[in-house]
């Protein structure tokens, strides 16, 4: 299924949207460009203040002036600040059709508290940043619902949490809706790292801790554990969750959990202002904040905490870090990761317009991989993606470049590679996942691919750009 995030019926950018994601764009500027583009704007100004005052952000004094604002934040914050509120903004004005629009503003209202008291433990992590991408990961959700308006309705209940959500997606679409949401936000002009951390809010992997965009991912997805609190038929099974990535891949002490839960549920009430103005009926509201209040009861907190010690420990991510070679590469298949998949592909595209040869990426991968897994065991997963990864890697030549970036996905940088050959490189590709899935006897897959060719005139381009257009390649 493809997505056209260009559709002429989704929102647009704004005239202030475009001029504040230039401002982004442009590096450096001054405060004052920032506050006559806001104060120009009818109504961008306060909206920015009453976002930055609401206790989603929970500020010591309430600020009044978005000049001053600006000096104490920053100017590229305020900015970036400034811009998510004019995409929420228009995207809740062009309203929903199958998903229930007071409880998805609601929940992106949670999302951002939540985010904000995740990310005050950790005082190297930008919260405003966390704020942003967590409050905007599901905006791919509006894009789906406003395109193919019969798909959420038929297939998601309101006791769902979002893993389940993104898995359903993923098994029909190919992708979920964070990936959507980068790249709207990518259209719009976002900061990359915010627009990166949105892509991997559902990434069931703990994050490297030198990537920030990995880490606000992290925290956007632990928010929207947080915010199915609210709604979740199976709220045991979400603070068990929570329990287990923060006691163990964030590396808290079980009180420090406790404690932000029960700051989550405090700061509940404080929202009603905010979703006054978002015109959330009182009924929805108060129902949210019961089924929040009972979820997250002290004992219910305390039973939690017991059941997820009783699960296996992860890898320690701090201990593969020490490691260049196992931060780079993927310890199943034996390919590069994700991680190291951006660095190489850049020193590509510089050598590409030194030489003055073209270079392709091709992406495979396997739409309903989650059902694969599902119906074997560990083991017989291991050796699919082994096989997978080695009839790839034996048909790719010496200098081309094999990663694996997340579950069954696979990218390989061809340099030198023309367009013309592109097809056929590409079926090459997806008849070896298909000969893999044979030898394994796996049922046949379903298999998405996507392509994109950089001529050496366009080779100036950054890795993250190329990496974007390739993921549009699936998406249009």
Same mark, same amino acid.
Request: proline content about 5%; aromatic content about 6%; hydrophobic content about 40%.
């Given at each position: ?61 309430? $600020? ?54 995740? *990310?005050?433990? %950790? ?99 632990? &928010? ?11 709220? %045991? ?24 839960? $029960? ?22 509201? +108060? ?16 039973? &939690? ?9 992860? %890898? ?22 994700? $991680? ?45 993606? +082994? ?43 997806? *008849? +070896? ?44």
């Amino acid at each position: 299924m493809a997505f056209d995030i260009n559709d002429s019926t989704l929102p647009a950018p704004t005239p202030a949207s475009l001029l504040l994601a230039d401002l982004l764009r442009s590096g450096e500027f001054e405060v004052q460009q920032l506050t006559q583009i806001l104060e120009g704007t009818p109504g961008l100004a306060e909206d920015t203040l009453n976002f930055v005052n609401s206790p989603i952000f929970q500020p010591r004094r309430p $600020h009044s002036d978005v000049h001053r604002l600006a000096v104490l934040l920053g100017a590229r914050t305020v900015a970036a600040l400034s811009l998510a509120a004019t995409i929420a903004q228009s995207y809740a004005k062009a309203g929903t059709q199958g998903l229930d629009q007071h409880h998805f503003w609601l929940r992106v209202m949670l999302c951002a508290t939540a985010a904000r008291l995740l *990310s005050e433990l %950790d005082k190297s992590l930008p919260a405003e940043e966390a704020i942003i991408a967590a409050s905007l990961q599901d905006i791919g959700m509006l894009v789906i619902d406003h395109l193919l308006p019969a798909f959420y309705p038929a297939n998601t209940d309101q006791g769902d949490d979002h893993n389940a959500v993104a898995t359903r997606e993923r098994n029909e679409f190919g992708i979920d809706h964070s990936a959507l949401s980068q790249s709207i936000l990518e259209k719009w002009g976002l900061p990359e790292a915010i627009c990166n951390a949105t892509g991997l809010s559902h990434l069931n992997e703990a994050p490297l801790r030198n990537n920030l965009a990995e880490q606000l991912g992290f925290i956007a997805r632990l &928010a929207s554990l947080a915010a199915d609190l609210a709604f979740s038929s199976d709220p %045991d099974a979400i603070l068990q969750r929570l329990h287990y990535h923060c006691l163990n891949e964030l590396e808290w002490h079980s009180g420090q959990l406790t404690m932000q839960l $029960h700051l989550f549920r405090s700061a509940y009430n404080e929202l009603r202002p905010l979703a006054n103005r978002m015109k959330i009926p009182a009924a929805v509201f +108060q129902k949210a904040g019961q089924h929040l209040r009972e979820a997250l009861q002290p004992r219910r907190i305390e039973n &939690a905490l017991k059941a997820s010690d009783e699960l296996p420990k992860p %890898d320690k991510h701090k201990a593969r870090d020490v490691s260049e070679v196992s931060e780079s590469i993927d310890p199943i298949t034996g390919l590069y990761n994700r $991680h190291a998949l951006t660095s190489l592909l850049q020193n590509e595209l510089n050598r590409c317009e030194y030489d003055q040869q073209a270079l392709s990426v091709f992406l495979v991968g396997i739409s309903h991989y989650s059902v694969i897994r599902e119906c074997i065991s560990e083991e017989d997963n291991v050796a699919f993606l +082994q096989a997978i990864a080695q009839r790839v890697d034996r048909h790719c030549r010496r200098d081309d470049i094999v990663a694996r970036i997340t579950d069954a996905d696979f990218v390989v940088v061809c340099p030198s590679a023309e367009a013309e050959a592109c097809p056929a490189i590409c079926q090459r590709f997806i *008849s +070896q996942i298909e000969s893999a899935a044979a030898d394994t006897e796996n049922a046949s897959p379903d298999i998405y691919s996507g392509y994109v060719c950089v001529p050496y005139e366009r080779s100036q381009r950054s890795a993250s750009v190329v990496l974007s257009e390739l993921k549009q390649s699936l998406l249009s």
